[in-house]
């Protein structure tokens, strides 16, 4: 059982909107890190999650006083984002979700709130939006030493009964602990500044999903920015029992209409009428505006010369280590293809993996700077699966333990764009014998993953939040 059905099989058959701590419900958060705990046990085999070291603990006390003094000014709009979403646009470090909206709104009238992800903040001079705090302003209050056990749970027997049955480690007590320590912040914050909207880049972090929270008990609009895959495996966006809406925002943009099938009457999440298709502004800008500097023209010149074929391979933390060993061995069979190996976390050290020749890393280009340049994107299951046809290329998804079938099969599923392989043979003969079609032709055969013309569209949604 897969964490979807882990997560379907509690919904249906507990009555999870009993669990209650002072008359509000708490599964709709808890529900969360339930799935995460089940996938790192049982899809992943990783070890539970490390607490706080030294260096995250200076990291985050550093972070602190990041863009402190934005805290004396007036704001209209709160965004709550994370380092993650940043990209490099015209020498800058621009967050590619909202980059368009901080705009459309003022930036003089935004707050961004950010999370590092236990990293230190871009300096000052580098990102393009200067009204910018840490998000670990909140976070350092939520690991204060308070009596956890001190919490009331009704019917607190389901969530040991879930724990005991499916062998989890659960802390649901500081859980629900840290989220209403959160939600008491965030309440003083919006007194504080008292917003007009808040938006999100991803809701279902402990931190967003209390600010949602505050924010719609206050009656304000609460939106969410897609930034990631949203399908009908996906159990942040597929609510399988009627629970407290209040948790979940009020209103979703995402990437294309494609979305939106999986809102019906059998899914609890969001209301059809509240979706609303967007695009992508990073997308639009490499697509229409991003030029390859003269440097890596001449690399990637150099490359076309050496390689018969280019492939850009995105990688993902979970599943890094097999795609790591099915590219050293496939790299191995033919080397005049070129694969460049696209890793998450930069700052990590490659150079004892191995690689044969014609496996590289080029970390001075993202990752959709580099799959512009390729001749075939490969993955497992990253969003980069959606975006590379966006660019004109396509997808091989390489199908390890059945999780590129799993996220992609039943949406991914023309053949002109993207192809499922399960061996390395049959990997190698994919890229040696498909016979692509042209950029546009891909492009236009995506259409319906992406709305044309981020800027515009997102102009139209927000008449109607």
Known sequence: MNGFDFIKEIETSNDVTSIKVNDIEIWPFLRNAYYFSYRRKYEFKLRAE?????????????????????????????IFSNIGERRIMSKKYVNKLVFNLINELGEERVLLIEHPANRIHYNMNLVSHKNVISANLFHIFSYLPILKNKIRI???????????????????????????????????FYRLFKPKKIFVTQYYSLFHQAAIYSCNKKGLNSIEFQHGVINNQHPAYNVFSKLDN??????????????????????????????????????????????????????????????????????????????????????????????????????????????????????????????????????????????????????????????????????LNNSDTTRFVDTKKEYYNTVLNWNTKSKQEIMKLHNIFYEKNHKESLKHALKFI
Do not use: W
Request: aromatic share 16%.
């Open 246 to 411: 209040t948790f979940f925002p009020k209103y979703l943009l995402v990437f294309g209409d494609i979305v939106k099938c999986i809102f019906n009457v059998n899914n609890y999440f969001i209301e059809l009428n509240r979706v609303f298709s967007v695009g992508s502004m990073y997308l639009d800008y490499i697509k229409y505006e991003y030029k390859t500097s003269n440097k890596m023209f001449n690399i990637f010149s150099k490359f076309r010369r050496q390689y018969n074929k280019i492939i850009a391979v995105s990688s993902q933390k979970t599943i890094e280590n097999k795609l790591i060993q099915f590219i050293k061995e496939v790299s191995s069979l033919d080397e005049n293809i070129l694969y460049i190996f696209i890793p998450r976390e930069l700052n990590k050290d490659y150079s004892n993996e191995g690689f044969s020749r014609n496996v590289v890393i080029i970390k001075e280009l993202n990752v959709y700077q580099i799959i512009k340049e390729s001749d075939f994107h490969s993955t497992v299951y990253s969003t980069c699966a959606l975006e590379a046809p966006v660019l004109g290329v396509p997808n091989i998804l390489i199908n390890i333990e059945g999780l590129a079938k799993k996220y992609y099969e039943e949406i």
């Open 154 to 188: 009704d019917n607190d027997c389901i969530l040991k009964k879930i724990n005991n049955t499916y062998k989890l480690e659960v802390d649901y007590k500081l859980i629900i602990l840290r989220f209403f320590i959160y939600v008491t912040l965030l309440n003083f």
């Open 50 to 78: 490390k607490k706080l070291d030294l260096k995250k603990i200076s990291n985050m006390f550093r972070n602190v006083f990041y863009g402190i003094k934005n805290l004396f000014k007036k704001y209209d709009y709160l």
